[in-house]
């Protein structure tokens, strides 16, 4: 069964700094893998979408990288501000049809 | 990618009623929907997965008596909860999935008072 493990559970940082988040996952024959921000209250958004042939996906500040051999993905968020406070959620997918797995995220905090 | 909508965005009702929530994809034949709920600071977990024209499939330690779930066409699932219970209330999600991505619902937050 697969299961994916997000660290830290928390993170506070201040404005400008670049961050890590990690992501790790016990089956590494996976399909994909994603990345989405979650407001409170709110819906997921889908950041990056890494396929299992990939190393890494580039959007703006953000760059996600894959090992899927030794199960790991990395969130790296470059010059952080406070719009960027939210919780990232690591999640992947095993075949087609079948639904994300996700990992219990990453809750960041961007202090001005 | 696919635009899934979900209504209501919240609800709130007495414990012992029904609440019915519904998950549309506009512009995606969705064959497979899947349900999730998601407990304060908690992640989403799967609650089931919705298949158009058959019964869902239901996680272990999910009431499927309790969790009604019809998917009668390509574009609209429904999750009723029956007889809810304020530990019912939670944030329930939807999502859709093609080969390549899973587009996901804005989420209907249910509280049950």
């Known amino acids: 069964k697969q299961e994916v493990t997000q660290i830290p559970a928390a993170l506070s940082v201040p404005e400008g700094e670049n961050l890590v988040l990690n992501c790790s996952f016990t089956?590494?024959?996976?399909?994909?893998l994603q990345w989405f921000r979650q407001d409170p209250g709110k819906g997921l958004t889908s950041l990056l979408l890494i396929q299992s042939s990939q190393r890494e996906q580039t959007s703006g500040r953000l760059n996600a990288s894959l090992d899927k051999s030794s199960g790991r993905s990395t969130l790296y968020i470059a010059a952080s501000q406070p719009g960027d406070s939210a919780t990232y959620l690591c999640?992947?997918?095993?075949?087609?049809?079948?639904?994300?797995?996700f990992g219990k995220g990453t809750r960041l905090s961007v202090i001005a | 990618g696919a635009v899934v909508s979900q209504h209501p965005s919240w609800v709130i009702c007495k414990s012992g009623t029904s609440v019915k929530i519904e998950c549309r994809s506009l512009d995606f034949q969705a064959t497979t929907m899947f349900w999730y709920r998601q407990f304060p600071k908690q992640s989403l977990m799967l609650m089931a997965t919705s298949n158009e024209g058959s019964k869902a499939t239901y996680e272990q330690g999910v009431e499927k008596d309790k969790f009604l779930i019809n998917h009668a066409s390509l574009t609209l699932s429904t999750l009723t909860v029956t007889s809810a219970h304020p530990e019912d209330s939670s944030f329930y999600i939807c999502?859709?999935?093609?080969?390549?991505?899973?587009?996901f619902g804005p989420g209907t937050r249910l509280t049950v008072t």
């Open positions: 999502s859709v999935g093609s080969v390549y991505e899973q587009y």
């Open positions: 089956d590494s024959a996976i399909y994909n």
């Open positions: 999640a992947v997918i095993n075949s087609g049809n079948t639904p994300l797995v």
